[in-house]
């Protein structure tokens, strides 16, 4: 899978992991896509280091759309907890 399926696998699993878990987040369109490709590598290499199940590179794999959304989601679970309430406090 090249660059651009990566990004746009992130953008895509960035995009379900906000709707699995709605909410204000500070950030935009460009964050979502950040969130969702560096979440793809995490989900990816957390299966392959952890579960020791490696993703194939197939853009149309579960496993490949499972791992990205299921890093994307801890990621953006990080991503609240450290800016998430930034913009009430002020």
Known sequence: MGIIGWIVLGLL???IAK????GRDP???IVTT???IVG???GGWLSAKLL?????????DGKTWLAA???SLVLLIFYR?????SRARR
């Open 13 to 15: 699993a960035g995009a």
């Open 19 to 22: 709707v699995i878990l709605p």
């Open 27 to 29: 950030g935009g369109l």
């Open 34 to 36: 950040l969130i969702g």
């Open 40 to 42: 793809a590598f995490l």
């Open 52 to 60: 020791d199940k490696p993703i194939p590179h197939d853009f149309f």
């Open 69 to 71: 959304i299921g890093g």
């Open 81 to 85: 907890l450290l800016f998430g309430d």
